[in-house]
């Protein structure tokens, strides 16, 4: 008798009735109240609480115009005189406890390279293993935290950062990072404001895209997130604030626990991201801020069993150190460690016959040199086709480059301040010698550095005869711009050079108006740019707008900025409840019948 009427009221419910269905299987369950032994006596409900979300934040925050005499303006200015004038001492911080021990270290302002503005402590491998154990202790709880309460810590933390503390993000990375006022917004503000409050928005979209429960009568299915069970490693580069906060807490958000180490020239605007997401409730031990020797501290997380995934951003050279040490220990691992890296990028502005002369060059010397051109995303080689350059191209490329004033960030007038530090300033001077001693290449701007008082790089323009020179086909990560002049009837030999001239493809743009060259240029250019632009720089990608990452040896290409990124930190759980009883295991076909 019961399971004829079981199979009824699945075949109703497959029909679509829900409300006869639950009749049928009413009047199965009495008759089987007698055998309750075997199974259960009516249905059950739903244990699973899937939230669901209506209210998305997804917008970008305003820019300001930084005006004189502006209310943004006497902010900033209040806020750069404080971190000026005093060194803050930055902790170690595991599980809210703050630590100042371990290896003395000073973080300084790159354009007046004498003044300190924090000091910091390398934790040694005993204190970034405490880290360890306090994280992966920390994941099991606050993976269990609902979804709505951790949304709220992170739309409260953009509240704070986009009032009360947006002068101290922008003090504290125009200082330490030496950004211009609009360079430090466009990163600290704005960028970082919209990678915290739209990755909330992502994650509410996410939670809301459940799976197909066509009976949910009688099944419902169910898609739940698990952060990384173990530890994520947040490894960060100095150059984008944005960056740190979006590498360290986008996989707290999606529930792992995290080891944030920041970049040593980037400590004091990072300190001050993890500061407010501690205002805005964060628990402890979700992130722990561990400032370390880069080598120590890979070293020790991937010799961790524990170690769920590290979200690296900085060079090619750094992340594939990483991956080889995973590769090499991978026996050891509970789970595989998600390798997320996104890393450096050597990209081109490609000038079409077609090309409007005046935006080519304008959005050139921007990507070029605008944070002395220290973004990954910086254009370092331009091709231009001969008709154009000496009649159009050459004279106001040369000219707006020489024009360019670099000093002090606080003056206003200036367009970059210093290269971050004296490695990065030696690796410059390196390749500008290079191409001095080369007969095969002219600098037509520039070439001229001073680290006197802070790392200065003039905006340098080399011209090259031969693509296979290094200085246009390796990362420098500095405001040095290399160009190759192509005959016109080479245009389809220069399309192939552009592909293949480096190992790099993160970011490209083409400036044309002939339309059938722009969609060649889309197919030819495919694989050669994760972000690929037409007319318009290399740089200045949106988060929501343009999500953001390389492929081949530029990274793993995840798209920050777009709701794709968060899943790599999720670890998703499908849950299948069915709330009707099974009391016997023949189908109708089979023509049996329980005892
Ligand atoms: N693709 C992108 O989205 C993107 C964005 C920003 C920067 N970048 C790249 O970042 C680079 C510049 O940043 P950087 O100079 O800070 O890079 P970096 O590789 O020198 O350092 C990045 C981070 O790795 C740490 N580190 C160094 N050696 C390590 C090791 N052996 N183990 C673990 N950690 C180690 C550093 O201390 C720092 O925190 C450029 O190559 C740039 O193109 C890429
Ligand atoms: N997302 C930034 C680059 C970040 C890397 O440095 C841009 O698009 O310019």
């Known amino acids: ?33 007698k055998r309750a032994e075997f199974s259960q006596s009516k249905p059950t409900k739903s244990v699973l609480n899937v939230e669901k979300f209506t209210d998305f934040q997804l917008y970008n925050e305003e820019v300001p115009q930084f005006l004189p005499g502006s209310k943004e303006i006497k902010n900033l200015e209040k806020a750069l005189e404080h971190y000026e004038n005093n060194c803050e001492d930055i902790p170690i911080v595991i599980n809210g406890k703050e630590i100042r021990k371990g290896q003395e270290t000073y973080q300084v302002m790159p354009h007046r390279k004498g003044h300190k503005i924090a000091k910091y402590y390398y934790a040694d491998n005993a204190t970034i293993e405490e880290a360890i154990r306090a994280s992966v202790e920390k994941q099991k709880e606050w993976d269990r935290t609902p979804l709505t309460k951790r949304i709220e810590i992170w739309e409260r933390a953009a509240d704070l950062m986009t009032h009360k503390y947006r002068a101290d993000l922008l003090a504290t990375t125009m200082l330490g990072q030496s950004k211009t006022v609009i360079q430090a917004e466009i990163d600290s503000g704005a960028e970082l404001i919209d990678f915290v409050r739209m990755n909330a928005g992502y994650l509410k979209q996410l939670a809301n895209d459940q799976p197909l429960s066509p009976q949910p009568e009688i099944t419902k299915n169910s898609l739940r997130f698990r952060g990384l069970e173990g530890f994520v490693a947040a490894i960060t580069p100095f150059n984008f604030t944005a960056i740190g906060g979006n590498l360290a807490y986008t996989p707290a958000l999606m529930g792992c626990s995290v080891l944030w180490k920041p970049s040593d020239t980037a400590m004091l605007s990072n300190w001050t991201v993890f500061k407010i997401m501690r205002e805005a409730g964060l628990p402890d031990g979700v992130v722990n801020f561990v400032p370390a020797i880069g080598k120590n501290f890979g070293d020790t997380i991937t010799s961790s069993p524990d170690l769920a995934g590290i979200n690296f951003t900085g060079s090619t050279a750094t992340f594939k150190t990483l991956w080889k040490l995973v590769g090499d220990k991978i026996d050891t691992y509970k789970n595989y460690p998600r390798l997320i890296g996104e890393c450096g990028g050597k990209n081109f502005h490609f000038i079409h016959p077609s090309a409007n002369v005046q935006t080519a060059v304008a959005q050139t010397i921007r990507s070029a040199f605008e944070y002395g051109g220290q973004k990954c995303s910086a254009c370092s080689r331009l091709y231009v086709p001969e008709s154009l350059w000496e009649s159009q191209f050459k004279g106001p490329l040369i000219e707006k480059a020489k024009d360019l004033q670099i000093g002090d960030v606080r003056d206003i007038g200036n367009f970059y301040g210093a290269v971050i530090d004296e490695n990065s300033y030696q690796r410059i001077l390196g ?165």
């Open 431 to 595: 390749f500008i010698n290079e191409v001095k001693n080369d007969p095969e290449c002219t600098i037509l701007a520039g070439g001229n550095l001073s680290n006197l008082k802070g790392f200065f790089v003039e905006p340098t323009i080399v011209q090259v005869k031969d693509t296979n020179k290094r200085v246009i086909r390796d990362e420098i990560f500095g405001p040095v711009l290399s160009v190759y002049v192509y005959k016109d009837s080479d245009l389809d030999k220069t399309i192939d050079l552009v592909r293949t001239a480096t190992k790099y493809a993160l970011t490209g743009s083409v400036f044309a108006t002939d339309e059938s060259f722009l969609k060649r240029a889309l197919e030819e250019f495919k694989h050669a740019a994760g972000n690929f632009y037409i007319n318009d720089k290399s740089t200045g990608a949106v988060v929501g707008q343009q999500p953001f990452g390389g492929a081949r040896q530029s990274g793993t290409n995840d798209k920050a900025g777009c709701p794709f990124y968060l899943m790599r930190f999720a670890s998703m759980q499908a849950v299948k409840e069915t709330f009707v009883p099974l009391p016997d295991v023949y189908y109708p076909y089979m023509n049996k019948t329980n005892n």
């Open 1 to 33: 008798m019961w399971p004829r009427l079981w199979f009824a009221a699945r075949r109703t419910a497959i029909q679509g009735n829900a409300e006869n269905a639950l009749k049928t299987l009413t009047r199965a369950s009495s008759s089987q109240a």
